[in-house]
């Protein structure tokens, strides 16, 4: 079913200075960064070729990823995303077999414009697994 893998998601406290770290001193390309309200948070991408690696920031009172950092204050890998073909299937034959899709089970449009779900990371071994359509 899964695919690519499109990104990891690393929450940071501070999206300024992490951005510099994978800039100065890691050598990558960093974007501008990108506020997405109905996700809480605002994210800047790396785009390694094969995969990215998106730096988030928590955005406004209720973000999502506030929780994390209270628990990781340096920040920490919050999530992973795969690619699937076709995400109303995916998440139909996922909660067939149990697993719990996060929020109301509709798809959200994601950073990239592309609809996407949350996985319960208690039914995958411990990691919040993102799911995008590619
Ligand atoms: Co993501």
Partial sequence: MIGKLNHVAIAVP????AAAIYRDTL???VSDPQA???HGVTVVF???GNAKVELLEPLGDNSP???FLEKNTAGGI??????????????????EQGARVL???EPKT??????????HPKDFTGALIELEQA
């Fill in 78 to 95: 919050h999530h992973l995303c795969y690619e699937v073909d076709d995400i109303l299937a995916a998440r139909d034959q996922l909660k």
């Fill in 36 to 38: 997405l309200t109905e």
């Fill in 27 to 29: 050598g990558a390309k």
């Fill in 14 to 17: 501070d999206l300024g200075a």
């Fill in 46 to 48: 790396i785009d390694l």
């Fill in 65 to 67: 990823i506030a929780g």
């Fill in 103 to 105: 929020g109301d089970g």
């Fill in 110 to 119: 994601g950073a990239h414009g592309k609809p996407v779900l949350f996985l």
